[in-house]
């Protein structure tokens, strides 16, 4: 039937639906952009800018915005270090979401080091400022790694009015009392078993200076231990109270399973690196910011703690092959004076960068396998905390079979983001095992590798956060 100006035509019940669907469809798009992103210009925004902190910050709007801004907090920066603001993991990621149409913002952070003062409320004065130029985002999300997953994980937990959900890549979930707890214990192995007479101090040292000075000498302690057979079963040891795994860098060749001696070669790499930032560096700054120590092992049991570990069959087997007492060596490692905390500068950081668990929003959490410097069960801890805070339905972990830390490709950290996204649209978790995030990640970049594995860590060794009362001295 033709119909001619001003002939009506009749409505059909499936007209009106069709009429209605498409109704509800336009409202629905309106709804879910912000007005700045569908008035966006042709061209795309790029805006740099300082804070009153002295923190700047960095923002890049896609002409086609898609009404997303991404909050991204970046990774532990060293005391002194050039500190230039971020808004994105790597350029390459940073090209794949601009395209996409997400808006990247992020802050310097006003200091650097053991910064999660001034972290979390530059983030959120970063978030304000672009608000207040661009307009309320249709959608926020928190994102960041290493250092900067703790960040996220801070404003997730305390400031969770701002974002939408969160997305934490090799972070410290684990929080900071934990954190220097397990950084304590290697370097202590180290001292009491392969220099006890040795008078360098693990923790309350004076200055960067004294710092250095103490991890040259442990380094050195390190690096003739590993010319004997004893010396590296020890070396092991160590590395197992910090869940150093047997391959945890790209470049490394994977050793076989039970290849022992090629395992702890790797570790022994790592135990360095540990000597040479956290362990003495930036302990020292971050014990400034805390006013004193802020980590112990007394009342630990180091042969408990071993036999929770994930590498602890190889630390056996060294020791047989070494024809050392593993016993006798745990028993000398329980009974070396202990090093105690200060009630003040653990409340500091208990109060500043440990968690409750509690969960008001969607948290993605995903890490690689083969970490040194953040071992994987952080995500152990992390469970832990939320689950006994009642949130675990808000948190999906996955894992990256890879060596190193924060090791993720362009396509993997894509893959997360859009697998938090499916979350916050639907409001159920979907997709969250390997092969789905696998297929994800070959869809957003085929040109880089999707490696997610199924796997459970094994638990965390030194777990503290807020959940648990009994945490503690």
Request: charged share 20%; aromatic share 6%.
């Amino acid at each position: 039937m033709k119909t001619g100006t001003g002939t009506r035509m009749p409505r059909t019940p499936l007209a009106r639906t069709r009429r209605t669907a498409r109704a509800a469809a336009l409202l629905l798009a309106v709804c879910a952009v912000p007005t700045s992103a569908m008035a966006a210009t042709t061209e795309p925004t790029h805006v740099e800018g300082q804070l009153p902190s002295g923190a700047t910050y960095l923002m890049d709007v896609p002409a086609n915005w898609n009404g997303t801004v991404l909050l991204f907090s970046h990774g532990y920066v060293q005391a002194g270090s050039a500190n230039p603001a971020q808004n994105g993991p790597d350029a390459a990621t940073k090209t794949l979401l601009l395209a996409k149409g997400y808006a990247l913002i992020g802050s310097s952070y006003a200091s650097t080091g053991w910064a999660v003062t001034d972290a979390v409320p530059d983030q959120l004065a970063t978030l304000s400022a672009f608000t207040d130029r661009f307009g309320t985002a249709g959608r926020t999300i928190a994102w960041g790694r290493s250092y900067g997953g703790l960040v996220t994980t801070a404003i997730a937990e305390r400031h969770a009015d701002r974002i939408d959900g969160s997305l934490s890549m090799c972070g410290l979930v684990h929080g900071g009392v934990a954190n220097w707890n397990n950084t304590l214990d290697p370097v202590f192995a180290i001292k009491a078993l392969l220099a006890p007479d040795s008078d360098v101090p693990l923790t309350g040292l004076p200055d960067q200076a004294a710092a250095t000075g103490a991890a040259d000498a442990m380094t050195a302690v390190v690096d003739s231990a590993q010319t004997t057979a004893e010396g590296r079963a020890r070396i092991a040891l160590a590395a197992a109270l910090h869940n150093i795994p047997g391959w945890n860098q790209p470049a490394q060749p994977r050793p076989a399973a039970d290849d022992w001696d090629a395992q702890q070669a790797n570790q022994y790499e790592a135990v360095k690196g540990l000597l040479r930032s956290a362990a003495f560096h930036r302990r020292q700054e971050a014990e400034v910011r805390a006013g004193g120590n802020m980590s112990w092992n007394t009342g630990v049991d180091y042969a408990k703690l071993l036999g929770q570990s994930s590498v602890r069959k190889e630390v056996t087997e060294l020791y047989k092959k070494a024809g050392l007492s593993l016993r006798a060596d745990l028993t000398a490692l329980n009974r070396a004076p202990r090093i105690s905390a200060d009630p003040d500068a653990v409340e500091w950081t208990s109060r500043t960068s440990s968690f409750t668990g509690e969960l008001s929003k969607p948290q993605f959490s995903i890490h690689t396998i083969g970490d040194a410097l953040v071992p994987v069960q952080t995500e152990s801890a992390l469970r832990r905390a939320v689950t006994a805070a009642g949130s675990a339905s808000l948190l999906r972990q996955a894992y990256v079979d890879n060596a190193g830390h924060c090791t993720f490709s362009p396509a993997e950290q894509v893959a997360a983001l859009h697998t938090l996204e499916d979350r916050l649209t639907t409001g159920k978790w979907q997709g969250t095992d390997a092969e789905s995030l696998n297929s994800r990640a070959a869809v957003a970049d085929s040109t880089t590798p999707a490696r997610y594995v199924p796997y459970r860590p094994t638990p965390y060794l030194r777990p503290y956060d807020l959940a648990h009362p009994a945490d503690g001295q």
